[in-house]
């Protein structure tokens, strides 16, 4: 049984995959491995984006807060 027909995958891609020696499983396991690893890559890049922005307004607030003490 040729999974590549299961998946109704074109013959290019087939053919591509054949010449490398890869299985359509093997190609379905990459896959999944790949959405997993971008996904965790861009959890990782948004929480630190966050982290610094947040960071940076809790010095602006300190800096105004500062300011508005201060008797000029």
Do not use: H
């Not at 020696?21 to 491995?33: M, P």
């Amino acid at each position: 049984m040729d999974l590549w027909e299961t998946f109704g995958m074109s013959e290019g891609i087939a053919e591509l995959c054949q010449e490398l020696g890869i299985s359509a499983g093997t190609a379905i396991v990459v896959l999944i491995a790949l959405y997993f690893v971008i996904k965790w890559a861009v959890k990782n890049g948004m929480m630190e984006a966050y982290k610094k922005i947040e960071e940076k307004r809790a010095q602006d607030e300190l800096k105004a807060e500062k300011t508005d003490r201060d008797p000029v």
